[in-house]
């Protein structure tokens, strides 16, 4: 006999003589349990079409395996650098020095969404012009990596670290004018900068206002806003780092003022040579500042590799310098620090401090406590417990309880009928989990999550989940593992 053919979720099955047979003898019993869920099986239809048929787009290259991207954390000293590290690290991560110093960097890698990267938490850095040799190291790993330029080709690299992708900024808020003075240096790197704002809650509490977005418009650079050691905007600092590669997307050019600029023309111009260029590798108008003020490094690779050049160069410096009040290198950093003093009175608004004790304030009071922190964090485990013991239990006694009684009576004798039985006993199983344990859970977890409570306490069990491999940030999978455990594990 012919074989006949069901159409099963869009596949066609082949169905030889006797299962047809049987299937239909099963039909009475599978139409009866069809017909008691004959209100839901227009929805479910509806369901299973959305998924098999919703096409989700993806970025056209994802950067992934060799491709992945190297994110470097900049910033002055205690801007927040290690704490944004530490939020994202993983355990495994990896630690070196830099050549030549005893200046440590880390690097470890993340995932951001669908993309992976390697970020690396930098030694401080005050100024890319007159660095001093700890910085010196750090500034030829922004611009070259582990890929000296012929003028650094003699130079031990400073790590065997590709260059950066993307600058992530660390700034300090509450000190963003001085901190503005190194966004306008690194903004000629010629790299894709993000301003990761930190320390908001502190500037918040000083009065300090600052409008993001005039900021990034000014710059040309995404600013998020963030309290790193609350785990605030640290997601959002990553995706916008990796979407600032994917655009391509560099800092607005920040030109020194027109007097200064008009000086430096004939510099500029005997330096804008292609061999200049090919033997340093770095963007035209970082080059000429380092040059104009006459930085040691810069100056030496210049003595080395274009000894008939430098004379001229010099002759050029002098010149620009000539009728100035201060010397240029002086007067190049005071244009510096007036360019970023006068953004930073654009885009600030310097109100009241905020003296009130808010819930906020009381909570950083007893998460961030030395001893009284556990004990806070052990009493929101234990609340999480209550819920999932107790009012959990209450409400599986007004959904789940109830379903299982309604279908106790229906014992089913024929095949189909004993097949929708374990449909429908697998439904009721699904609304014994979903209403009265996880959707409580997750509205108590997100609230939490919402009010701060969970990043504080992540904070706080951080160094004693180290212990055991983990990082702090499980605690939000490990209460959610209280309920069910496939989203903890997927959420881990
Ligand atoms: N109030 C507040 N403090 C923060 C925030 N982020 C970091 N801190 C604190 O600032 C201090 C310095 O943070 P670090 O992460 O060590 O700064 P860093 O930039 O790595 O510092 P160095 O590498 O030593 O230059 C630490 O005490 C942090 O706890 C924040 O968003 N708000
Ligand atoms: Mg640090």
Known sequence: MEEMAETVGGLACPLNPDQHHRMHRCAPGIARGLWTWRPHLGTLWTMSRAVTETVVPLPRHLF?????????????????????????????????????????????????GLDEARVIDLPSIRTLHSAGRDEQVALRYLLWGDDPPPVAAHD????????????????????LDRQLELTLELSQLGRPVVIALNMMDTAGKKGLHINVRALSRALGMPVVPMVAHMGHGI?????RAVAAV???????????NKHIRERLQPLSQALSRPDVQA?????????????????????????????ALLPTLMELRVAAER?????????????????????????TRIGAPHEGKGWRYWLDELFLH????????????????????????????????????????????????VVSRAVVDGLIGLVGIVIPYMLPLVMLLVGLEQAGVMQRIAF????????????????????LGLGCNVPALSAA
Request: with cysteine; charged share 20%; hydrophobic share 45%.
């Open 156 to 175: 031990a690299t400073p790590a065997p670290l590709s260059p950066p992708d993307v600058i992530v900024q660390v700034v300090d808020a509450t000190a």
């Open 235 to 239: 997601s959002e600092t990553f995706a």
């Open 64 to 112: 992934r395996g060799p491709h992945r991207l190297r994110i470097a954390l900049i910033g002055m000293p205690n801007s927040g650098k290690s704490t944004l590290f530490d939020a994202v690290a993983s355990t495994s991560v990896q630690k070196g020095e830099f050549s030549g110093t005893d200046k440590a960097y880390r690097e470890c890698p993340v995932q951001v």
């Open 370 to 417: 030395p001893h009284w922190g556990l004990v806070g964090s052990l009493a929101v485990f234990g609340a999480v417990l209550f819920v999932v013991f107790e009012v959990s239990a209450w409400l599986d006694g007004l959904t789940a309880a109830r379903l299982i009684e309604w279908s106790a009576d229906w014992q089913p004798t024929s095949t189909g009928g």
């Open 279 to 307: 033997a340093f590798r770095v963007p035209h108008p970082f080059l000429l500042m380092q040059i104009a003020m006459d930085e040691g490094y810069f100056v030496d690779e210049m003595r080395q590799h274009f000894p």
């Open 246 to 256: 994917r655009e391509t997307a560099c800092p607005v050019p920040q030109p020194c």
């Open 323 to 347: 009728d100035l009040p201060r010397p240029l290198a002086e007067e190049l950093h005071a244009d510096r620090h007036h360019r970023a003093a006068t953004l930073f009175e654009e885009v």
């Open 460 to 479: 706080v069990v951080d160094r004693g989940f180290h212990h055991v491999g983990l990082h702090g940030s499980v605690a939000v999978p490990f209460l």
